[in-house]
């Protein structure tokens, strides 16, 4: 899968596509101008946007999936992005899947960076592939959910490796 940022990486405004069919941006719809063809998009927002905003900006989704990312009230927050990620995954195989929340830097950042994590060596690398877009890293509280997610995909993924054979 490609995880290589648009030619124009300082286009922080743009959906930007994290990997093989995912893109990641804002909630607004300037932002939204992907490929034409079968969309699912997953709203990280508290709120879900108001009804045919989507359509309006062009993007007449196949399917709009709210699931609110709120991993500061979370008592789980790396099994929630966790759960969170392989959910996007999945989508991510069979259509076009468009990522955003309210600024698409916190909570749609956080989920950029555990995709990338899938497909890079290193916590480091991702960082490095997302501060290439000219964004801000997410915020420390987002950052440190990150790293425990990234630790415990790493003490994880062997054991499972194990098991499938």
Partial sequence: ????????????????????????AGRH?????????????FCLSRS???PGLYDRAGLSPHRVLH??????????PV???????????GHASRTQTLVHCTLGLDRTGV????LLLKHVPSLGDALH???????RLPRRDALDVLTRYAEHKHRTEPEEAVRAH
Avoid: C, K
């Avoid at 490609?2 to 930007?16: F, I, K, V």
């Fill in 48 to 50: 879900l946007l108001e």
């Fill in 67 to 76: 699931r609110p990312f709120t991993y500061w009230e979370s008592e789980s």
């Fill in 29 to 41: 719809p300037a932002s939204w101008a992907l490929p034409a063809r079968p969309t699912t998009v």
């Fill in 79 to 89: 099994t929630l992005l966790d759960d969170l990620v392989r959910e996007i995954s």
């Fill in 1 to 24: 899968m490609s995880t290589e940022p648009l030619a124009d990486p300082g286009a922080p405004h743009r959906a930007w596509p994290v990997v093989s069919n995912v893109y990641v």
């Fill in 111 to 114: 989920v950029a960076l555990a």
């Fill in 129 to 135: 592939r997302y501060q290439a877009r000219g964004v």
